[in-house]
């Protein structure tokens, strides 16, 4: 018995849709994160990417548990000195939902090339519709 290794042009890529409603934003980016860097698989290997694509709807109604929504924080940083800017995440889901589901994401996938490609597969929506129907995506249950 000998251990296959998985070549980057054998990896056959499927498309999952995850549905955000209702669930905790942690829990659907962790599922994200598996998909994408395709740990579900028989043939995962550390070293070759062979995730899927995942497709994230309904990002704005997702949850957060345990006050994070008034405790955490999202920072980022102008460039100029003294231009910390901090914004709540009960704000952010408001106004930009997407971005706290791709944070969330980011923070799970690996920060080298295969995290990148792994980013590039990413979809997220804010409401139940994606463009994406051509693609066939399966419905991925958590």
């Known amino acids: 018995m000998s251990t296959t290794m998985p070549k980057a042009g054998?990896?056959?890529?499927?498309?999952?849709?995850?549905?955000?409603?209702?669930?905790?934003?942690g829990r659907v980016a962790a599922q994200a994160a598996v998909l994408l860097r395709g740990k579900h698989k028989v043939t995962f290997a550390p070293h070759v990417d062979c995730g899927d694509h995942v497709i994230i709807v309904n990002c704005k109604d997702a949850v957060l548990t345990g006050g994070k929504a008034e405790k955490k924080y999202y920072y980022r940083h102008t460039g100029y000195i003294g231009h910390l800017k901090?914004?709540?995440?009960?704000?952010?889901m408001r106004t930009k939902p997407e971005l706290a589901m791709q944070l969330a994401v980011k923070g799970m996938i690996p920060s080298n090339s295969l995290g990148r490609g792994a980013m590039s597969r990413l979809r997220l929506y804010a409401g139940s519709e994606h463009k994406h129907a051509a693609q066939k995506p399966e419905a991925w249950n958590m």
């Open 10 to 25: 054998e990896i056959e890529r499927k498309w999952y849709v995850i549905d955000a409603a209702g669930k905790p934003l």
């Open 86 to 92: 901090a914004t709540r995440y009960d704000a952010l």
